[in-house]
């Protein structure tokens, strides 16, 4: 048998850490020329994963070389695989030079999952992997107005160091426009940062020791995963979820209060970090009596809450809610924002809300990490938010991310088969897809991929108990036809696998009662 | 006997530190109203301090209204301190908000010396407090033409969601640049960052866990001291001298190599942070057999070099030298530059040559660090660089920091006092100033101030052994008239100082004999 070990809950999709075990196997010699390896069907049972799995895994390594199939005999290690002597990868690990990386870096740390949420989209593909803004939408005869103007009448000061709290104008700026939607907030308490990702590197610098603990919803953000991990946090998981309980016990859908509460209890946690409008990545919205309860129990724990507020200014249907930080009476909410979601993530501003102790503290974090923001990126986005562009960009998009809503909806129901769930958004770019118990995304993922449509799988979201039968379907950056085309494929490959799930669970049953 | 307790070590200078404990004596009622304080001349002594030092404290002091001087009387504590219940700083620092925030930070760390190099500049002063371009010479011209260049050509791509080890067009320009500079580097030795201070930032995260140990150059420049520091790294200083030993033991200026190979024998150091080009702050440059000791070492004791190349293009006279980077045959150096001294430290770009392996894991920590860098900041200095602008502008920039030198050198020769040593940098932007031992330049800053004319303490800049008479004058931001007088306002200051100390060590000689 051959000494396979698969981790399900890892980024790596099954059929990747199959190959790369195979070809390891071969490279220490263990599999040698000639040596013949199970077929995929009898590998598959082994390792309890479908057959699908490892006929990939075996495709990948007979493109490269290194196994060959032989009609009605098996499929043999081929002679190439001894004339190789090193595979690519570890040799640069290893390393022909001087130093040996691997033992002076911090951590063993593999490919993290927000790596595979900025990927090159073959071209052609129509992806739901990001949760990005549409690009086609972006005013850039304003935007290439709105740089001229500032490079001509501020351009010394634009391109000389700065000032670690921000840009002045942005500041100014910004302060109206929070004004305008009803936030009435101090110079003293806001601080730009290049973006949500920054902030909560930043926070996590000035709050977080590694060992501490944060409590987080589950599944959430990849980067506050990432970051929090890199920093050594225990990260603590309150459930979000989906679907609304089963039958037997049924359930609101959202955020798990009783958990939250029980692991406030159980834990001396330093931050709570939520996003209570539209969360990444199930799209759920806390409602406003779950927002006051969680404000209560931050007062009586004595922790601060991190709100994620990027997505919520993206409401296309429903009454706006006010967010925690509108709501904090007493000053115990940190809250993260950003242009990225509403304008332009190319340009890496954002910023932060908070008591002015803790903006304090977090500006001199700032300035150790980059010194200060980018100011020819602060003082465009200065100037479109002065003009109002800001506020008429947000209405448009509003309206076109709406009807893209819309379309995936409609095509989720005329495509999606019985047994499959999704979350019903009230904004924001994402919808969070349940498919029947025993599916796996990351299975579906690869016949998807090879018909032209991506996904994020939902393991990407989860930093403890993984639901591999979920997925995140990001809408923003997609046009409404190829939505409906993209959500149709995806329906199909679901058939295809649902079928195939059941003819194997048909075909073991039958083998089991000949056994 | 007030019970005062300074520390001279401290990056706040000793006026400020005097009279923040003596306005929290009052407000905690240890001093009350028409209690009578010690004369300036007194507390002086007491503490050990100049008395100018202590007259500050009290002047701010009087000007808040806490305390009052009376012709032949004393000075008395005044009845506004009674009717004042609290201090303007501790009430935010308590907080009237739910949330006691100090005791949720991560650290204790004041304010770091690296704020006081980013200060916002009194109007009319003259300034060498800071390491930074010439801002009048910035070609906004041009900017502006590569701003809308870009945009018109690339807009959609640079508002979009990018990669993160950089903008496509600006790794192919930069490789190219490299190139005709003499360094053949493949595009996967290369990673856009922030900018130096984020390089740092993204090293310490890769390779350092709390308690790991990195050898620094001391003096050396305070951004690394405070990045290492916030992430709990022991930091081991390999001394850099600027005046040449004593008659007595006449040593070659810079780094101490002999203590270099000291500190690898006697500890297990991660890396090697090293700026072999017009170190800052002392401006010196290291030979080439010392650059080659170092790489011998490195590789002998298996530890990287992290050479900082940010100031290497601004050599105004003598042989330039190869780069630690260029003369690396094995592979241990990651070496760190930037646009920001060369260009424009606004826009927040600069990179990372490293082997492969290492720019990998760079990319990963950069990605959870701010995801990537501004992508318009990156297009247009893509575009700059494509056009030749780059190379333009660094050429001219030689000439008018050359210029700036040696009117800065002119005016060091005419009107510094006798014992006053300075070093005689080949480029870079910074002179490093030695006063007469016993000399104290934070107050000689203090005096400065008042005439209009700021520098920078080389306390900011010591993470071990403060030499407090040593100072740094950047000069690159400041033109040749505003160079000379400063330099003149500077020589009389320090005259006076000098004459003031050597009356109150004859004073005091006098008083020990009337004892």
Redesign the interface.
Known sequence: MLPLQLHPESHVPLYIQIRDQLRSLVFSGVLRPGDRIPASRDLARQLGVHRTTVANAYAELEAEGLIHGHVGRGTFITGAAARTPQPPAPA??A????????S????E?G??A??RL?P?IPSGAISFV?A??S??H?P?DE??AC??SV??SD??????????DGYGPLRQALLEFLRSEGLAVREEQLLIT??G??SL?LLC??????G?AVLMENPTYP?AI??FA?ARVRTIAVPVSAVGGNDARPREPGLDLGALEAALVQNRA?LILLTPDFQNPTGLTMSIAARRRVLELA?QY?V?VVEDHIYARLRFTGTPLPSLKALDR???VIQLDSF?KVG??????GWCLA????IE?LR??K???????????QA?LAEFTRRGGFARHLARMRRVYAARLAALEAAMERHMPEGVHWTRPQGGMCVWVTLPPGMDSSELLIHARERGVLFAPGRYFFFQSPQPNTLRLGFAAVEERKIARGVAVLGEVLRQQMRRQERSRRESGARVSLV
């Open positions: 640069t690990a390393g022909s030079d001087g130093v040996r990386w691997e002076l870096f911090a951590d740390r490919e993290e927000l790596s900025l090159q990001a990005k803004p690009a086609e972006f850039l935007m290439r740089a001229q490079l001509r351009g010394q000061r634009i391109l000389q160091l700065g000032s670690s290049d973006g990702q920054q590197d610098k000035a709050f977080l020791r590694p501490d980067g990432a970051i890199s330093k007062a004595q601060p007493v000053g115990t990225s332009f993530p190319g340009l890496r501003v008591p002015e102790r803790v503290r001199l974090v300035q150790i990490t980059d010194l200060h923001t980018d100011q020819l990126a465009v």
